[in-house]
């Protein structure tokens, strides 16, 4: 994890009976995942939550003595000593805690060391024998190592190299999808499209050869077996792209877009341990829908989406703000955002966003519970929300700003009166416009006319079907 976003971390979430966190649990979620994902996740709840760091320290120790990466077990320390540095935030101090290790630094570091050696020398020997499946791999091996160990740009740079020495479509694919798990570690959403789309038409490709194959073969039952396994696989990488498309859409600020694929995203099976815990899938599809959708989407979509419904119940409370949503009881949903906001805050992907969607979720309530009313006292919108009339004034008057709700605030009164529409005007505006599109319609039936008398058409060659056309200086006016 970059210690930029550690040092970028000011705001200190609570951890209480108000705002309900549990970290083993939660990190329990990531503890079969490749990759640096729960350290990733441990360091940045430190950051956030001084009430919980030394217990993510303590945890975050166990799983990078499983790592590779040196480096993380000094931007741990960095990190806590930081927080520690923080007069207004009180933590044990480091030396009393228990994981630190600089012995396994050392010897990870020597053990790399020896790796590489060894893996760029087989690829050197590959190379010079110019075999080009032993290039491949051994790129392929390289790229796993330095990813493994932290060097994300090296790794990179291995991965796409052995895209030259790639003979099929698989290989290729399986290319893919390594740099997409590196690029979805460290947060590089911007390029996770275009490698999304390269393993899309690697995917058909591998289908398409995997099918000829299975038809050469026969309809043997070891044939029908394979094709099945071919199928379930296809499955599986088709979630994990989808998957990836709805990070990258969400990491860039595409909200709608990473709701649809969001719920897009096949069963968790497809999807097995892969960077991404299926609660997280329920949290970011339902918020970025809640923001974004409609009531009718969010029924259609959602409710009734039996795959989607499977995720949803790894997080109970999603569901009922979903109900609470679509019930129009609006300050339950507020008040689930609010206490589950620790929960969404330290979260890698979804923490930069929770601001923006939580405003979002809150101005499409409010210009919901406005639509059926004339006017309507603030005391009443107070009550129905669980807000001040400081804040419902405050909020109203900047949805009438944005153009979201037409009306104005009675600020004497205490009033939000709809502004009454004039039908008169709309119904003389709609006939002026009826009338102008028939002129001009005329005038182009009238000018058809006059060039077909005038036998100024253009007949189409010889052979073909067309009718016959007007001349060139027709098409341009009228």
């Not at 899309?200 to 396994?229: F, I, M, N, P, Y």
């Not at 969001?262 to 923001?291: E, M, Q, V």
Request: glycine share 4%.
């Amino acid at each position: 994890m970059d210690i930029d976003l550690v040092e970028e971390a000011q705001v200190v979430l609570p951890v209480d009976d108000a705002h309900p966190f549990d970290l083993e649990s939660y990190i329990s979620n990531y503890s079969e995942h490749t990759g640096r994902t729960a350290i990733d996740r441990l360091i940045y709840i430190m950051s956030f939550c001084p009430s919980i760091a030394p217990e993510a320290f303590q945890l975050c120790m166990q799983y990078i003595h499983q790592s590779r990466d040196p480096s993380l077990y000094q931007n741990l320390c960095q990190a806590y000593e930081q927080l520690a540095s923080n007069p207004d935030i009180s933590v044990p101090n480091i030396m009393d805690l228990s994981g630190l290790d600089t012995k396994w630094a050392d010897e990870t570091m020597s053990k790399n060391q020896a790796d590489r050696v060894k893996l760029e020398v087989e690829l050197k020997t590959y190379s010079n024998n110019m075999i080009k499946e032993s290039i491949r791999m051994a790129h392929r091996d390289l790229g796993d190592f330095y990813r493994a160990s932290g060097d994300y740009g090296t790794s990179l740079k291995h991965y796409t190299k052995s895209r030259e020495f790639c003979t099929t479509s698989q290989h290729v694919l399986d290319m893919c999808m390594s740099i997409l798990e590196l690029l979805i570690e460290q947060r590089n959403y911007s390029h996770l499209t275009t490698y999304v789309f390269k393993a899309d038409a690697a995917l058909d490709a591998a289908t398409a050869a995997s099918t000829t194959a299975s038809t050469v073969t026969g309809a043997s039952a070891s044939a029908s077996a394979g094709a099945k396994k071919k199928s379930t696989e296809r499955d599986n990488v088709q979630a994990k792209l989808d998957l990836a498309t709805a990070l990258s859409h969400l990491g860039q600020g595409g909200y709608e877009k990473a709701a649809q694929a969001f719920l897009k995203i096949g069963p968790a099976k497809d999807l097995g341990d892969w960077l991404i815990a299926p609660g997280d899938i329920a949290i970011y599809g339902t918020i970025c829908a809640l923001a974004t959708f409609p009531r009718s989407a969010i029924r259609s979509r959602i409710l009734e989406n039996s795959i989607f419904g499977a995720y949803i119940e790894q997080e109970p409370y999603v569901r009922e703000l979903i109900e609470a949503y679509m019930n129009s009881n609006f300050k339950t949903v507020l008040e689930l955002l609010s206490r589950y906001s620790t929960r969404h805050s330290i979260d890698i992907h979804l923490s930069p966003h929770v601001h923006d969607l939580t405003s979002l979720i809150r101005n499409s309530a409010v210009v919901m519970y406005f639509q059926p009313f004339a006017s309507i006292k603030l005391d009443r919108m107070s009550a129905a929300f669980g807000w001040t009339m400081e804040e419902v004034e405050y909020h109203v008057v900047n949805l009438i700003q944005a153009g979201d709700i037409q009306g104005r605030v009675d600020s004497q009164n205490k009033i939000l009166v709809a502004k009454k529409s004039d039908y008169r005007d709309e119904l003389f505006a709609r006939t002026i416009k009826v009338g102008t599109d028939m002129q001009a319609a005329n005038r182009k039936l009238l000018l058809r006319m006059r060039l077909q008398q005038a036998d100024l058409i253009v007949k189409p060659p010889k052979g073909t079907t067309h009718p016959g056309m007007i001349a060139d200086f027709y098409a341009g006016g009228e």
